[in-house]
């Protein structure tokens, strides 16, 4: 018997005990307009979003995103700081 004010997980629909990591979890999905959230086991969250292979999704669509703006060029080299322009420029003195 569940107590009234129990925490229950949506995807699996066990308790949520004090001190699990929780996720909210929009039902449908934010990208689509849905601003709904519920919450979530962040494992069943992390298993819901890998089976639909939505991270990869997601991933390729960030991905594309980043190539378009240029920010990938600042990451070649140097980490997250700017490089130096002449090493990473085909023709500098790398």
């Known amino acids: 018997m569940r107590m009234p004010n129990e925490r229950i997980c949506a ?37 819901h979003h890998s089976q639909l292979n939505q991270y990869r999704e997601w991933g390729r669509k960030g991905g594309q ?18 490089p130096d322009p002449l090493r990473w420029i085909p023709f500098g003195r790398g």
């Open 11 to 47: 995807l699996c629909n066990r308790p949520i005990r004090k001190g699990q990591k929780v996720n909210r979890h929009h039902p449908h999905l934010k990208s689509e307009g849905g601003d709904e959230t519920v919450e979530v086991h962040e494992q069943c969250h992390v298993e």
């Open 65 to 82: 995103a980043t190539a378009a703006r240029g920010w990938w060029i600042f990451n070649l080299r140097r980490g997250r700081s700017a």
